[in-house]
């Protein structure tokens, strides 16, 4: 495994998947879209991808900590709650991180068959999306002077419970896509080309998120 | 075709036509009063009788005067949760009530706290030991 490879894949991934959220995601607010399952179904394709070529454990959450970072740089543009969505990009890291990890389902998740794809994606949409939005629903409240109240997340659980289910459909499609894609190995390709390509995404994706 | 392609196809299809009934949730109620502890008023009534407010971007009535005029005796002791027309809800303290605008499309808006203590058809408002 070459370390600065991975840095760099790291810092470009989460850079795309930050600028996204900056800019289709508070697109799809504005809109009144579903702006949550539609973002976090790409985040997971970008996991999926990555996970696959680069073959590391943290890189995702370490691209969830650069993508929630984008949402402080463009605070004026963004039609959504600033801290809910880093909170939720952060936790849809770490529980596709938690996912992985668990031998059953990275063994399910691995097996190369169209079944298991399908179903690894609407497993991760399903868990990401929910789960992602239990914990910003019971994080961001304390991060304020208001406090945690439980009956506000109870009454609230058949919504996201319900919304989960069109994240799951969206990655269902998004996650066999993004693993045809990893015939395409960013990882493998020759240094002169790969660092310089790299490097001007993630400088790219930094201005754009900084002007908008 | 392989059997476990089929299944899948129909897996994602059901899935699909599932989370199309989700589109109902985003429907608005009408709107025919507000409740507030065991009263209830409609929102002209409300804007009647409570004083205005204005932030910068949004103006209506304030909910700490709305709170009081609906006759809630010694609010700063207790909480108020905040019920949407799809039930969505949130708690907020006196102090953040004392921030906040119910607008005349029913929103109650906090702009100190963040946007996911905004609700939007607010059809109740209950107070909390």
């Keep these: ?212 | 075709m392989n059997k476990n392609v089929s299944i899948t196809i129909v897996g994602v299809i059901a899935l699909l036509l599932i989370s199309g009934c989700i589109s109902e949730e985003e429907e608005k109620s009408t709107i025919n009063g507000l409740k507030i502890a065991d009263r209830t008023f409609t929102l002209k009534e409300l804007f009647a009788i409570c004083e205005e407010r204005n932030l910068d971007e949004h103006s209506g009535i304030a909910l700490d005067d709305m709170v009081i005029k609906a006759g809630i005796s010694n609010p700063e002791e207790y909480t108020y949760t905040i019920i949407a027309s799809d039930n969505y809800q949130k708690t907020v303290k006196w102090e953040d009530m004392q921030k906040g605008v119910l607008t005349n499309e029913s929103f109650a808006v906090f702009p100190h706290l963040p946007k996911m203590y905004w609700v939007r058809d607010v059809i109740e408002v209950k107070q909390n030991e």
Excluded at chain 1, 47 to 70: D, E
Aim: proline share 3%.
């Design chain 1, 1 to 212: 495994m070459n370390r600065k490879r991975i840095l760099i894949g790291t810092l470009m991934f989460g850079s795309i998947w930050g600028l996204l959220e900056c800019t289709l995601g508070a697109f799809l607010h504005l809109m009144h879209l579903p702006a949550g399952a539609v973002m976090t179904t790409i985040a997971l394709a970008l996991m999926v991808y990555t996970r696959k070529i680069y073959k590391q454990r943290g890189m995702q959450l370490s691209m969830g900590f650069i993508a929630s970072s984008f949402k402080l740089l463009n605070l004026g543009f963004i039609g959504g709650c600033v801290w809910c969505a880093m909170v939720a990009i952060i936790a849809e890291a770490l529980i596709f991180e938690t996912m992985l990890s668990l031998p059953f389902i990275f063994r399910f998740y691995e097996k190369n068959r169209v079944f298991n794809k399908v179903l690894s994606g609407v497993i991760l949409g399903y868990t990401c999306y929910s789960g992602g939005y239990i914990i910003t629903e019971t994080i961001t409240p304390l991060l304020t002077s208001t406090g945690f109240f439980l009956m506000d997340l109870i009454s609230l659980m058949p919504l996201i419970l319900l919304r989960g289910i069109t994240a799951a459909a969206l990655s269902a499609i998004a996650i066999p896509l993004a693993l045809i894609f990893t015939g395409f190995n960013l990882y493998e390709i020759n240094a002169r080309i790969y660092y310089p390509f790299t490097s001007i995404i993630t400088i790219m994706c930094w201005f754009i998120a900084v002007i908008i």
